[in-house]
């Protein structure tokens, strides 16, 4: 039954004594500026969650009309109601939907693509809600040298029409006052015909008696594109870019992050040395600022990633780049835009998994979302950094290259191909059958991004980011203090074990031999002896699944207990504890180039499943990732054991 | 036309809004709207059936007017058709990427890409051009 009142009904009034909020809907083709007018209505009150089951994202927002809340609801974009992907199934069941479906619609139509925008109105009209049109560009069919006349345009379609410039506050006002309203709203007494050659005529007719004149190539967008999308300047110009882009994000943010991670190391003295018992000390210290420190150090990188993306994107660039890596991007049966959710998981895969929301096709989605961990995140570079250089010494060349360097590079190069793999095999798995949707991209004209545009595209996502998954790497850096720093050892104990109790560094070791977390890493250790790790390293590696650089941290905190003035000397001459191999070296060529495998591959970040969790919907795609990668890890950690074992 | 039946109590407020002579239900609504799913698209006129080629075979550059589909009942000619490919619309191949496929295709005003499979579906005709043509090879 439906748990509507008739106060809420279709032609909802705004009077008092009613109970629900008025909801809205915006529909209207991709690019049409659906979002632009959703922030404008909405502002940063939006929040992002997902239509059940699926992976598309929902966003959802209130307003205030009429000195009213009501809810606003920016459906995805659609082509038509005849549906081809998930995103316009959505959009025509959000339609159909007996007890849920919109109170309101507001038809966001493109002026510089009216034909095509009045035939989705056509179907939206079958609908039988109370629908106002927004026109947008109007400005840019102006610009063109096109021409439109909005209250021709009213009265030939029987909708009411308001303008919606971007960026145009008087328009966003009318816009409200109509949305008070929707009694007022006119209604056409004939709904527009959708037999294809009555629906081209009653298109033509409607553009004719509105007065609507084709807008002329855009002369500013050719221009540009004819340099930015020309064969071989236009391929070199990416490359550079891309370059760029990948630069800025590791040098504009590390010294920010560095400077983050500063403070909290302050912070975390000053708790030391004011907090008098010395567990609460270490909890405070390690656990509380440690672990806030350890979600706000990737706050700059991943804002600074948004940012970056929302410029690409706002500016019209981001539709160029999936043009031109289209072709290479269907090799791995997937389309041009997965690439730019590709390119955002160099950084972090977590904006990578966001990104793919831009992409229509369900299968492309979930394909790549799943292989976005694969590309070489941030969080390896640490552990990179530490294995190279125990591996290879800081002289060796290739020519005149760093081999140091090379080996980085190859490694980089190693995710990205794991990555098209990993997305082709994803896709293979979910739709092998299914047919392929149909490439269909507008290039919209190029354009500066406004400052509130680019603003929110960066905040509502970092906003997300701290807010969901903050909280889980919180949680997750306090356990993993507690593991390693429990059960508490006393004097008593460590008298009796024989250890200097004024000697921090030996009761530090004492304590992490005889915590929950070496209790772990001993049990654990069998499934990674044949990978050359010990006991040690393993908890490393299980304390890593929660975040990458943790295992840097683990091994520091584990080398320093046996030597705090020389760590990295500590490591290289770390030896096998009682067993099979004792007094082996541990760190040996084979043992090394086999964890840096270990790690290129495996999943260890819970930020990331829950990410993966929250954009597919579901527990098991995160779930399938890890034991996939899991056991990829493992088998070519293995493999490169041997192979470096034979070589060396 | 407008409200919906099940959901309309008060007739009385709904004075400013046309009347239709019976409001449809969901049932009626949910097939006005899977009907978008069985449209015709026109067979091309048979007086420009011989100099028609495909969208992906013309020349870069080359202004045409949309003639019809190779294949009229394949879903995703109804697609192109929605996107704007109709008979008598002036369409244009502006580039191809630099493996060739894709193609920038410009029609209805906007710049779509799309892959030289699809745009195989699109029959064009090279000849007659019209007022609104005639206008894009000014502008171009």
Known sequence: MSCHDSSSTSAATLERGRTAAPRFALVGNPNAGKSTVFNALTGLRAKVANYPGVTVARYEGTATVGGETVIVEDLPGAYSLDPLSPDEKIVRDSLLDEDRHPDALIAVLDATSLPRSLGFLAHVQRAQIPTLVALTHVDELLRRG?????????????????????????????????????????????????????????????????GWKHPNADTRTRRIDSVLLHPLIGT????????????????????????????????????????????????????????????????????????????????????????????????????????????????CAIPGIMATRSLPSAKDRLATMMAAPLMTCSARLPVYTMLIAMLIPADARVGFLSLQGLTMFGMYLLGAVASMVGAWGFGKVFGGSAQTLPLCMEMPSYQIPTFRQVLVNTWVPVKGFLSKVGTIILVLTIVL??????????????????????????????????????????????????????????????????????????????????????????????????????????????????LMMFFAFALQCTSTIAALKRESGAWRWPALAFVTFFAVAWLSAFATRLIVAALT | ???????????????????????????????????LSDRHLPDVDPSVKGGCVTLNALRAGTLAQVAGF????????????????????????????????????????AEMVLRGADASRVLVSCDAADDSSARIARAS
Not at chain 1, 160 to 173: F, N, P, Q, S, Y
Not at chain 1, 536 to 545: E, F, H, I, N, Q
Not at chain 1, 567 to 575: N, T, V
Not at chain 2, 77 to 106: C, H, N, Q
């Open chain 1, 146 to 210: 096109g021409a439109l006349d909005p209250k021709a345009l009213e009265k030939a379609l029987g909708h009411k029409v308001v303008l919606a410039t971007a960026g145009d506050r008087r328009h966003t006002e009318t816009l409200r006052e109509a949305m008070a309203d929707i009694e007022s709203w006119p209604a056409p007494e004939v709904p527009a015909p959708i037999d294809p050659t009555d629906a081209h005529a009653w298109g033509s007719s409607v553009l004719g008696s509105s």
């Open chain 1, 236 to 347: 070199i110009i990416f490359f550079v870019t891309m370059l760029a882009f990948f630069q800025v994000i590791f040098t504009l943010a590390a010294p920010i992050q560095e400077w983050v991670e500063d403070l909290f190391a302050q912070w975390s003295d000053l708790a030391r040395a004011h907090i008098g018992v010395d567990w609460l000390a270490g909890f405070v210290a390690d656990g509380l600022i440690g672990g806030l420190g350890a979600v706000l150090v990737f706050v700059p990188q991943i804002a600074l990633l948004f940012l970056m993306i929302s410029l690409l994107e706002s500016s019209g660039y981001m539709a160029r780049a999936a043009f031109l890596m289209d072709r290479v991007m269907s090799r791995a049966g997937l389309e041009g835009r997965a690439f730019v959710a590709m390119l955002s998981s160099l950084a």
């Open chain 1, 481 to 594: 203090w507690g593991l390693l720093n429990l059960p508490a050892v006393n004097d008593a104990e460590l008298h009796a074990a024989g250890v200097d109790v004024s000697d921090s560094e030996e009761v530090a070791t004492y304590q992490l031999e005889h915590s929950y977390g070496a209790a772990m890493g001993k049990a654990v250790q069998p499934v990674f002896e044949p990978l050359g790790f010990d006991w040690r390293v393993s908890v490393g590696v299980v304390a890593s699944l929660g975040a990458r650089e943790v295992f840097v941290s683990t091994l520091g905190q584990i080398a320093s207990a046996g030597d705090p003035d020389n760590p990295a000397d500590a490591l290289e001459s770390m030896k096998w504890g009682p067993g099979p191999h004792e007094g082996e070296l541990l760190f040996t060529p084979p043992m090394i180039a086999a």
């Open chain 2, 1 to 35: 036309m407008f409200p919906r039946a099940r959901k309309s109590a008060d007739s009385s407020r709904q004075s400013r809004t046309t009347r239709p002579p019976a409001s449809p239900t969901a049932a009626e609504i949910k097939s006005d709207i899977a009907e």
């Open chain 2, 70 to 109: 190779a294949e009229p009942e394949h879903p995703v000619s109804r697609r192109l058709f929605d996107l704007g490919f109709a008979p008598g619309v002036p369409v244009k191949l502006t580039r191809r990427a630099p493996m060739r496929d894709p193609l920038v295709i410009e029609i209805a005003g």
